[in-house]
Structure formats: C-alpha cells, structure tokens
C-alpha cells in the first residue's frame, strides 16, 4: 500500500455521534451490554492484517480475549462471531503512552475519569493507555493507592508510570516497590512547574541512578521551570494576563536548555532517556544530536502539538482562546517542523490536508523514517470551559491541557501508535501486534470512511474540543478490547470494571548494552593512578 491518511487521534476523540443506546450517564458515561459484543469467538474475515513489520492478507481468529490464529481461510463452526473485514485493515488497537485521567491539578481535577475517557479511546480505536500516577504529599505508596482506586471503573486496559516529586531515604525504596511489585517501569521528572512538580538537577541526577539501578525508564517534562516562572512575572508586569501570555512566558529555548540539560545529565548517568511532548525544534534538535551520537533517547510528540498552532490563543473570545492552553506552547511543535530540514520532517504549514484517520492533517512521514521520533501520544488532560475560566484574569491560573492524535504507510501507522510503545514499555508482543498468543486488541479500520469532529458528538466528557469542526477520511469501524467488540455500528459497549491493569516489566530493550557500555568507560578511566605514599624530599 502507498500510503495511508491518517491523524492518531489516540484517545480523546469519538468520531460518530451517540447513539440511542448507549447514551452517557453517570453525570456523563452509560454503556450497552448486547449478547453479540461479549462473544468470545470471533472470526474477522478477508481483511489486510497490518503489523508494524510487514502486512498480508488473512483471517483473524479471536477466542477468549486472545488471537489464536492468524492466516488465510480460517475455516470456524457454528457459535462463532463473523466480522466482514474486506477492503479494510485489520490492526492492533492503538497504545497511548501519555494521559492525565482524573487527575487533581492546579486546583481542580481533568474532567475525563478512567471510565469516560477510555470509552472515548475506545470508540476512536485505542484500546490501552498508560496514566501518570502522581504521588500524595511526595508519597508513591499513597498515590498509587489513589490511582488504583481511581482506575477501579476502566473499561479498557492500562498501566501506570510514575511522577516523582521529591527526594527522601523513603522515595528510592517506594521506586522499588513499584518496579518489583507493582509492575510499573517508567519514572517521570517535572523540570517545569516550578513551586509544585518541579524537581531540581540534584533530585533528577539521584532519580536518573536509581532508574538505572532498576531497570527503568526515565521521562522527563523538559521545560526550564525557572525560566517559565520568570517569562510569566515578565508577561504580568506588561500587562499581558490573558491566553496569548501562555505561549509569549515559555519561548522554544526553554524547552531545548531543558531537554540538551536533561540529555547531558542521562548520559553522564548512562541510563536511557524518554522526553515527553517534545514541542520545539530546539529540543528536536538536541534529541537529533543525541540519537546521532549512539545515545538512547526517545522523543515523543503529542497530537496536539502535531495538529494546532498558537494563534488560537490570541483569539478574542476567552474560552475558545483558554481550551487550546496546554502544558507547553503548540506554536513550538509547528516551528520545529517547519525548521527542521527535510530529511528529518516534512511538513508544508501553508499547504494542509484534512485527510486523516480520525481528523485532520500531519505528515508524520518524514521523521518516523528516521526514527527520530518514534512514537505518538496524545498527553490528554482534559477541562471544561468552566474550569478553563478559573484563569480569567490570569492565564498562570487556567489549567493546562487538551484533549488529545499524516501521510504514512498502513506499517509505519501501526508503528507509532501500538507497537513501538508496546516495546518501549516491555509489553510487546502480548501489545501492539496482530499475531496468534497476543491480547486481542484490534481496530478494522475502513479507509473510505469519512466524519467530522465536534464536542457534540465526541465521547469525552468535556464541553469543548480543540479539533472542532475538523473532517477526515479514514475511521475505525470495529473496536475490539481484550476479545470483546466494544465499538460497532457507531455504538459503544462498555462495561465500567472491566478493564485490566497491565503490569509493565524493566529492562526494556534500551537497556540492551548498558552494561558494556559502563564496562567500556570504566576502562577508559585509566584510573586510580597509584602512586607512591611518600612526597619528595625538599
């Protein structure tokens, strides 16, 4: 196949309005239970299956949650659920690895619970996703505890990373706790939010060793939180407190001294590196450079940032202004596209296509050919435009987040939105792939299909959407979680509990030469020197 028009839309956008059966409540989310959608065999049938090295055409042969075969001509007995696959692609449900559901910040908590939002995932194709777990009062224990019971009503599966926040003789011991019990093997560090999440070079350089010790990845927030606090007091003394303050407090060269400093401190370390939303050419750039040398980095862009620029914030209208205000400014991610030569990213800002998957227009091409990039998420942090006034009178106070998303091939699409984060997080190929033993999490994609998108007819809970009015071509018709078809006929079937927690082992495949890598520089040393215990004689 040439190629497909795609927009990974990973998580916060339902793509066809409700329907009559499956109307939201619960103050926001309800669900269908048909006999059909609990069937625990299921034949799909005539498709292209899609995995992220190769693609064929065959059956897929579901039972019990898992795929149990995967060829041609799958011959099945009466009992079993028969998908019409043909002219569309069979693929593995889409894996987010960067959202914020129900969770408490700046004051208020994202309007999407664990039950809303990954409905809403669900009905655009996503059928896991992975949540930060912010600690209580510094606390791992206390805020895993509070995110387990949180996550009590999921409906899809998920795991956790970590936020670290502090740094005591309690946190190192609490990281182990999570890695060898708890079955989360990701630790992320705030270099932003100053006086809150923000953490110092001390504390990241101890959390870069103990990640290391465990076998961990190591995520970073790269934005100097210092230099935005500044940028914001400057906006303040000018004058300038609406929206458009945002993006004028936190200019790209903050996220490329964090991400270059954050880059640095990794590799004095010798420890792998996973950069969350990267959104400016500057941190691009420092990622380039590091990845060149042999470094093991990982950048990973949000959809937000691939999508939307900053112009909105400076539109006259407060909320349609306030609902773009994410964690950092979308005008860096459209720079750096445009900035960056072509070997690395193909974008032509004056010159987008609305003709994607599930909404508008990227071409991810370029840089996943390079790897550079090598996967998507959608950082989705969801408020509603009652939270967003909190901020009226000052944008340091509207919440930061958005809801969450080119021209690539069906293999590469595959790629970065299911199977390089299921290898990354050690989960693969249980995740991310469409082959006999793996979870059967799978999308038939139908690539004629057409929609429209509107917070009137989107699954999220929140009153707005920053993608409104937006239309594609490409959708998904068919999503089946853990075996069972939860999105069909534009209908969603969701049972609250019935999602599972993944449990996330170390030692990913970055790890892969650390070892050598340390013997190899111990070498290099040349050192301790010995020397004689006397000084010369005067």
């Not at 940028?231 to 270059?260: C, D, F, W, Y």
């Not at 990039?373 to 989705?380: E, I, K, P, R, S």
């Not at 930061?400 to 590469?412: C, F, K, L, R, Y």
């Not at 599972?500 to 170390?506: D, K, Q």
Request: net charge negative; glycine share 8%; with cysteine.
């Amino acid at each position: 196949m040439a190629h497909l028009r795609s927009l990974i839309l990973l998580l916060s956008i339902s793509l066809s309005p409700l329907s009559g059966l499956c109307q939201f409540c619960d103050s926001g989310l309800g669900y269908c239970d048909s006999d059909s959608a609990l069937s625990s065999k299921i034949l799909i049938k005539g498709g292209t299956v899609v995995n992220a090295d190769h693609q064929e055409a065959a059956d897929v042969y579901v039972e019990d949650g898992l795929i149990v075969a995967v060829r041609p001509n799958i011959k099945v007995a009466d009992g079993v659920r028969v998908l019409d696959a043909k002219g569309k692609f069979v693929m593995p449900g889409g894996i987010d690895p960067h959202t914020h559901l129900a969770m408490e910040f700046m004051g208020t908590e994202t309007i999407d619970n664990f039950f809303s939002g990954q409905a809403a995932a669900l009905a655009g194709g996503t059928t896991m996703h992975i949540d930060f777990v912010i600690p209580v009062n510094g606390s791992l224990s206390k805020g895993y505890e509070s995110y387990v019971e949180k996550a009590k009503v999921a409906c899809m599966d998920y795991g956790f990373h970590m936020a670290i926040t502090k740094w005591d003789d309690i946190v190192p011991k609490e990281m182990e706790i999570m890695v060898k019990e708890k079955g989360i093997n990701s630790f992320k560090f705030f270099m932003a939010y100053k006086g809150s999440l923000m953490i110092s070079d001390e504390l990241l350089l101890e959390g870069l060793k103990k990640c290391k010790s465990l076998g961990a990845l190591a995520m970073v927030h790269a934005e100097n939180g210092d230099a935005v606090f500044e940028g914001q007091k400057r906006m303040i003394e000018l004058g300038i407190t609406g929206p458009e303050g945002h993006a004028l407090s936190r200019p790209p060269v903050l996220e490329g001294e964090a991400t270059a400093r954050a880059i640095r401190l990794a590799a004095f370390v010798n420890t792998p590196l996973y950069v969350v939303h990267v959104m400016s050419s500057d941190a691009m750039e420092e990622i380039a450079r590091a990845q060149k040398s042999g470094q093991k980095v990982i950048g990973e862009p949000v959809v937000s940032g691939l999508v939307l620029d900053d112009s909105v914030l400076w539109d006259p209208d407060f909320i349609t202004a306030a609902k773009q205000v994410c964690h950092e400014s979308p005008n860096k991610i459209i720079r750096a596209w445009e900035n960056t030569s072509s070997s690395i990213i193909n974008w032509n800002s004056k010159d987008r296509k609305v003709d994607a998957v599930f909404g508008t227009y990227v071409d991810l091409y370029g840089y996943t050919a390079v790897s550079l990039l090598q996967l998507v998420g959608t950082d989705h942090c969801t408020f509603n435009s009652t939270q967003k006034s909190f901020g009226i009178d000052d944008f340091r106070k509207i919440p930061n987040g958005v809801n969450g998303i080119g021209q690539i091939s069906a293999s590469d699409y595959v790629r970065v939105t299911s199977t390089e984060c299921a290898k990354l997080f050690n989960i693969y190929p249980r995740k991310g792939a469409i082959r006999a033993g793996s979870d059967a999490d799978i999308i038939i994609f139908n690539p004629n299909s057409t929609f429209w998108i509107s917070a009137h007819s989107h699954h999220s809970r929140s009153d707005t959407n920053v993608y409104e009015g937006r239309s594609g071509k490409g959708k998904v018709e068919v999503t089946i979680a853990g075996g069972r078809i939860v999105w069909e006929n534009d209908e969603l079937n969701v049972v609250p509990g019935s999602g599972r927690y993944i449990s996330m082992p170390p030692f990913n495949y970055l790890y892969h030469g650390i070892d050598k890598a340390d013997a190899n520089y111990l070498t290099s040393l040349k050192a301790p020197v010995k020397r004689e215990d006397k000084l010369p004689e005067k």
